[in-house]
């Protein structure tokens, strides 16, 4: 309990100091948020009176403070841009995010897996030259490279753009984020693959694996029951990074494929200098890293539990 409990107050402290550094930060920009809402030909007056009802007439600590009160309550402000809630703006974009990394992992492990498994178990030349060229490729070619082979294949098949939301129509939402998905799983995958085989190569030559081999167990049940298991914990660590990743907004690929995710947001925002919906970002940046962060560890433990206990 003590192990997950200093877990939950180290994420908390985590986003205490986000917070506090991206309010420090904004403070110290040249712009002023009422011209940007008002335009640069307003009125002294005009700006006088936004800068009262936004609050900037108050001291930084007290401005803090309030922004820190309303993030309790889930306000977190209204965007320049849209005229909405910051809060409504990223929660719609989640769903969308959210879509494209639980896809791109599901096709990461179903590709990843297996295949690191099978590689492991056939050694022989050719086997080494597949995964040596393949995980280069995953290493090299960036996912929107890969987007865009992706559309000039398939374009014909499957649409690239014109998102459909799930609720709307599901079978249109599956095949709409089928290729920025597998854009981004298969790169992904090459590496799980990598990761999979050196890991359950180290695992074969230690001394547990020896004394099973001794007491007749076969080799499937050994790799079922134990190398397997001891080898997903470093390759947990790379999936953890990759969702934090496409959680945080796979920029690029969204605008690639026209998805209205937080990646669309993100760049829209800073684009157009939306500094509540920045500012309402970075923060929810910084909790998926955490939280992601904080869910590996969690599997550490169960995976293994002498994580825990040291």
């Known amino acids: 309990m003590n192990y997950y409990l200093r877990k939950i107050i180290g994420l908390f402290a985590t986003l205490f100091l986000v917070s506090l550094t991206t309010f420090l930060v904004f403070q110290f920009l040249p712009e002023n948020p009422a011209e940007i809402i008002l335009g640069v030909d307003a009125e002294p007056e005009e700006i006088k009176a936004l800068e009262k009802e936004l609050g900037l007439d108050k001291s930084a600590s007290q401005r803090y403070l309030n922004w820190i009160k309303n993030l309790m309550s889930g306000d977190m402000g209204k965007s320049y841009r849209y005229h909405q ?56 070619v960036p996912s929107f490279c890969m987007g865009i082979l992706l559309i000039t294949a398939f374009s014909k098949i499957l649409p690239s753009m014109n998102y459909v939301p799930f609720s709307v129509n599901p079978l249109e939402y599956f095949k709409t984020m089928l290729l920025p998905s597998l854009a981004l799983a298969l790169g992904s995958s090459a590496i799980l693959m990598r990761y999979i085989k050196v890991c359950i190569d180290e695992e ?107």
Do not use: W
């Open 85 to 140: 809630d910051v809060a409504k703006l990223i929660a719609n974009s989640f769903r969308v995010t959210f879509g494209l990394a639980a896809m791109s992992l599901f096709f990461t492990v179903l590709i990843g897996l297996p295949m690191g498994i099978y590689i492991s178990k056939k050694h022989n030349k050719f086997t080494e030259i597949f995964l040596s060229v393949v995980t280069q490729i995953g290493y090299s």
């Open 204 to 310: 074969k030559n230690k001394d547990y694996v020896r004394t099973a081999q001794s007491k007749g167990i076969s080799d499937k049940k050994i790799l079922k029951r134990h190398i397997l298991r001891n080898s997903l914990i470093p390759s947990i660590t790379m999936l953890g990074m990759l969702v934090a990743d496409i959680l945080g907004g796979s920029i690029i690929i969204e605008n690639v494929f026209s998805l209205p995710g937080i990646g669309k947001l993100v760049s829209v925002s800073i684009s157009t200098r939306d500094l509540p919906l920045i500012q309402g970002l970075v923060l929810y940046l910084a909790f998926i890293v955490v939280f992601c962060n904080f869910l590996v560890d969690t599997i550490y433990s169960i995976i293994d539990p002498r994580i825990r206990l040291k």
